[in-house]
């Protein structure tokens, strides 16, 4: 079964300063599709980023990038030039290329704080 | 789009009362998951429908849970007889299933239920 980690419970970034949240993954598939998933105090889960694991290039959106290390099964966010819109919960997450299943496995989220 | 629909946004409810939650898919979507979130187990897939059909239903905590989609637009949650453990916020996600893709999940706002 694949297994999505997130290490860090908790992060804080300065107010225009930049953040990395990390997220490992477990997998045997070689085909896969890798997110960001942010939650703001609304509750509304929104979609940050996304990247296929067939890119060798790393996906970029804005201020938001990532860093996909696919050897090593690493998908970290980067957030640059925070904001204190940023703060909310952040989760990564995992779903197959090539599957009969449909679920999205969800790694258990990083609560970023931006202080002013 | 209107994006993802769940209805009510916060349900209050005594226990052992029966709770309804209810869900309208982005039009066009194919998959539709039910989520639940908790501070203690996080985010936890329930259930989900390919083309209606229930396909993965072991996240359902127990027979006192049930999930119907009767057509492509509208899904629904039941808790009978509802218990103080479970409350949580149930998020309702849908997403376009290709044989292969992204198979992005967009989410709804999420019901906040309690139950006293």
């Known amino acids: 079964a694949q297994t999505v980690t997130q290490s860090q419970p908790e992060m804080s970034v300065q107010e225009a300063e930049t953040v990395t949240l990390s997220c490992t993954y477990d997998?045997?598939?070689?085909?896969?599709?890798l997110f960001w998933y942010k939650q703001p105090p609304s509750r509304q889960m929104i979609l940050v980023i996304r990247q296929e694991a067939y890119k060798q290039q790393n996906a970029t959106e804005n201020r938001f990038s990532v860093n996909f290390q696919k050897a090593a099964k690493s998908f970290s966010l980067k957030i640059s030039d925070s904001q204190l819109g940023d703060a909310a919960m952040y989760f990564c997450a995992y779903h197959p290329a090539w599957s009969n299943n449909n679920d999205m496995r969800f790694g258990a989220g990083t609560r970023l704080t931006v202080k002013p | 789009d209107a994006g993802v629909i769940q209805s009510p946004r916060h349900e209050v409810t005594e226990m052992g009362q029966e709770v309804t939650l209810r869900c309208k898919p982005i039009?066009?979507?194919?998959?539709l998951f039910w989520y639940r979130q908790t501070m203690m187990r996080g985010l936890e897939l329930l259930i989900y429908f390919n083309n209606n059909v229930p396909i993965d239903d072991s996240g359902m905590p127990e027979d006192r849970f049930s999930a119907k989609m009767p057509n492509a637009s509208f899904s629904t949650l039941k808790i009978q007889p509802s218990e103080p453990r479970d409350s949580a916020v149930y998020f309702c996600a849908s997403s376009f299933r290709l044989a292969a893709g992204s198979n992005e999940q967009f989410f709804g706002p999420g019901t906040r239920l309690t139950v006293l």
């Open positions: 039009s066009g979507h194919n998959s």
């Open positions: 997998t045997s598939e070689s085909d896969y599709y």
